[in-house]
């Protein structure tokens, strides 16, 4: 059992930055590859970024690619979101997911099914 916990989210004006953190609680953090995503009113929850179980490979949509670079910190149980110049249209809650295999294909990454394990959410809004 993982259970996530993010932080970091906020109020940014267009052009800004946040750094969203991810909490997991368990010992075999080292094991999952882990990934964020997006939910905003009245929408499914999209793909952001995730990043395979060593740090080593890393997955970005389209939408974020240069702007958003996803990490982690296996000593500290923690998978980092740098989210720079901030677009009115990255508003949303987002969440961290947990998947329980090493390295994802590009595919799987980009796949709500594929994560067992869910956070609650934070906030991002993007101002113009």
């Known amino acids: 059992q993982v259970q996530l916990v993010e932080s970091g989210g906020g109020l940014v004006q267009a052009g800004g930055s946040l750094r969203l953190s991810c909490a997991a609680s368990g010992r075999t953090f080292s094991s999952y590859a882990m990934g964020w995503f997006r939910q905003a009113p009245g929408k499914g929850r999209e793909f952001v970024a995730a990043i395979s179980w060593s740090g080593g490979s890393t997955y970005y949509a389209d939408s974020v690619k240069g702007r958003f670079t996803i990490s982690r910190d296996n000593a500290k149980n923690t998978v980092y979101l740098q989210m720079n110049s901030l677009k009115p249209e990255d508003t949303a809650v987002y969440l961290c997911?947990?998947?329980?295999?090493?390295?994802?294909?590009?595919?799987?990454?980009?796949?709500?099914?594929?994560?067992?394990?869910w956070g609650q959410g934070t906030q991002v809004a993007v101002s113009s």
């Open positions: 997911a947990a998947a329980p295999r090493r390295r994802p294909t590009t595919a799987q990454a980009m796949t709500v099914n594929f994560y067992d394990y």
